[in-house]
Structures are given as structure tokens and as C-alpha cells.
């Protein structure tokens, strides 16, 4: 799976406006930090309260702890994703600034210049020359002539000053966003350790019921069903090869994975980008029915879609489920099934 949680507003380009995606992001970094700041305040006292509770109860209140924490998860990824691609933006404009931003300040260096000099006196020699003129109109023409210069250098001035005031416009919105995002960044970064917390706590749950040797095989049929050829079939395979790997929440590869990376990653192999979070993944992906359903689509878990596997063939599908939990092969259907996408 990936870090990812309720899906924040699309990340379209900067120009559309200056206010807009500021509120945009505003009231998404906020929502955010709310859901951050309680939903990971997660329930540890079910265990508490029986001595030893069954199998049965570990399990479920496992699963029922997990559900709240991996869209949080979930979000953290689809945030850093978002972080990065702003920062390029930024990083992009301030490329375009700096020489124009030279050139205002050669330009009003040259200004200032003038005006110091003619502060200090230094233009004397210019009332001398002018003063040393042979004819009344041979002053009036050089009078116009420094007229001239002088209008002309203040077009110059005004000009980049207009188009550096152009650029700050564009950029002012972008650098509060990307200030806005830091934020939210370390917010998150704050709460990693109550994340890796509960993980710990759970991973403790499961040692109790089945101690180091995990719940049962990983590959109970063949993965894939059958090979099928293609982007599909080099994704497929991917995933299959990943059996056995342990889940690490915000991790897509090579060594750990959570669902969202997993699928990220096998489509990777084939040539295919795909987000770092399962709901995103699939809103860029084609919606396909159950009988459509073939080997690399994708199946989308849980109303708020917060967990994705890859379809296997078979019936079967591969995902990252749970930190601390290797990779394996469920049936398609065990779980909330939301919709099923087709990548490419």
C-alpha cells in the first residue's frame, strides 16, 4: 500500500491562479493534519481487556486497527509525492527570476548611478559641455538628447521591473503552497513515530498468535494463473516474484514494499507510471468489471480506497496487506472489494 489517505485536490499546474490553488491546498494541509493529528490516536485496549484473548479477537481487532491507520499511510505518501512536484515547480521559476531579477538590478545600479553622480556634483562637466556650446540650438539639441537617454533608460527600468513583478505574481502562490506543504511534511514527520508505535503494537498482536512463522503459506497456487504476454504480463510477473517480502509502510522497493508501492512498482517494470497511492491509482486507471477482470488489473479495497492488490488469475491476487506481514496471495475476494482499474 502506500502513504495515502483522503485524496487531496488534484495537482494541476500552477498558473491556473493565484488564490485558488492556495485554498486549495490550504484547506487540504489542514484537513490533513486534523485526520493525522486523531486518527492515528488508535484504540490499543481491546487486548486489555481479556488476560488472553482468542485468535479470533487478535485477528480481528488487528484488522480492525489497521483499517484506521493505512489511509493515513496512505496520505503520507500521496503528500510527499505532491511536496516533490511543487518544489520543482518552485525550483523551476526561481530559475526563470534570477536573471531577470539581474537585470532589474543592473539597470537601477545604472540609475542609482546617475543620480548619486548628479547628487554629488558629477555632472558639472555635463553643464560644462553644455554651457561650452558653440549655439543656442546646439544646447537644445543636446538637452534633448540627454532627454532622450533618459526617457528611454526609465522605459528599459519600468520594463523588466513589470516583468519581474509579473513572475513574483506566479510565484508568490506557488511559495505559500510549498511553505504550506513543508508544514504539513513536518506534521507528519511528527506523527511517524506514533505510526511506527502502533505498527509495533500490532506486530506484538500477531507474534501472540503465531510467533515468527507468519499465518500460513504465501503461494497457495500457481502466480500467475497463467502468463500473460505484454506490459500486463511483465507487471504480473514482477508482483508474483515479490512474494514473500515484508511489508514497510511508504516503501516501493526493491527490498519492501506496502500495497500501493507494490502495484506502483510492477507497473514500473512495464513501462507504466502509476501514483504512490491506491486511491489515485484508481482514479488513472480504467474501471473494468469482474468478468473483465484478467491477470495485472488492479482491486481496489474498502469504500475509501485505501488498499490495492494485483489480480494473479485464478482468483487469486497478490498484495502487501499489513507491516510486519509478508507479501502473499489472497483470495480476490477476501475483503471489501471497492472497483477493479486496468492500467496503460
Not at 307 to 320: K, L, N, P, R, S
Not at 328 to 337: A, E, N, S, Y
Request: glycine letters at 10%; hydrophobic letters at 40%; a positive charge.
Amino acid at each position: 500500500m502506500a502513504n495515502h489517505a483522503p485524496r487531496p485536490p488534484s495537482d494541476r499546474s500552477v498558473d491556473r491562479s493565484t488564490a485558488a490553488p492556495r485554498s486549495r491546498w490550504s484547506r487540504f494541509t489542514t484537513a490533513l493534519a486534523a485526520l493525522v493529528g486523531t486518527a492515528v490516536v488508535l484504540t490499543g485496549g481491546a487486548t486489555a481487556a481479556h488476560a488472553e484473548p482468542s485468535v479470533t479477537e487478535i485477528e480481528r481487532q488487528i484488522d480492525q486497527d489497521w483499517n484506521k491507520l493505512e489511509p493515513i499511510i496512505e496520505q503520507v505518501n500521496s503528500t510527499r509525492e505532491k511536496l516533490a512536484v511543487r518544489r520543482k515547480q518552485a525550483d523551476a521559476l526561481a530559475k526563470q527570476i534570477a536573471p531577470l531579477e539581474a537585470q532589474v538590478d543592473a539597470a537601477l545600479g545604472q540609475v542609482g548611478g546617475l543620480a548619486a553622480d548628479a547628487y554629488k556634483g558629477n555632472n558639472l562637466s555635463t553643464v560644462n559641455a553644455l554651457l561650452g556650446s558653440r549655439s543656442p540650438s546646439e544646447v537644445v539639441n543636446s538637452l534633448e538628447l540627454l532627454d532622450r537617454y533618459a526617457h528611454h533608460q526609465h522605459e528599459q527600468v519600468q520594463a523588466v521591473m513589470e516583468l519581474r513583478d509579473q513572475l513574483a505574481a506566479k510565484k508568490k502562490p506557488l511559495d505559500a503552497m510549498v511553505a504550506q506543504l513543508a508544514r504539513t511534511e513536518a506534521q507528519l514527520a511528527a506523527q511517524k513515530k506514533q505510526i511506527d508505535a502502533e505498527i509495533a503494537r500490532l506486530q506484538k498482536l500477531r507474534l501472540k498468535v503465531y510467533g515468527n512463522g507468519g499465518g500460513g503459506p504465501l503461494r497457495p497456487a500457481p502466480c500467475p494463473a497463467g502468463y500473460p504476454g505484454g506490459p500486463a504480463g511483465v507487471a504480473v510477473k514482477f508482483a508474483c516474484a515479490q512474494i514473500g517480502k515484508i511489508y514497510v509502510w511508504g516503501a516501493a522497493g526493491p527490498d519492501h514494499y506496502d500495497c500501493s508501492g507494490l502495484t506502483m512498482a510492477a507497473w514500473a517494470k512495464a513501462g507504466v507510471s502509476l501514483p504512490h497511492n491506491a486511491r489515485e491509482q484508481h482514479d488513472v486507471t480504467r474501471r473494468v468489471s469482474r468478468s473483465e477482470l484478467r491477470p495485472g488489473d488492479l482491486v481496489f479495497y474498502y469504500s475509501d480506497l485505501h488498499h490495492v492488490g494485483m489480480y494473479v488469475g485464478g482468483g487469486w491476487v497478490v498484495h502487501a496487506s499489513q507491516s510486519g506481514k509478508p507479501i502473499t496471495m489472497k483470495r480476490v475476494d477476501d475483503g471489501q472489494i471497492n472497483s477493479y482499474g486496468r492500467p496503460g
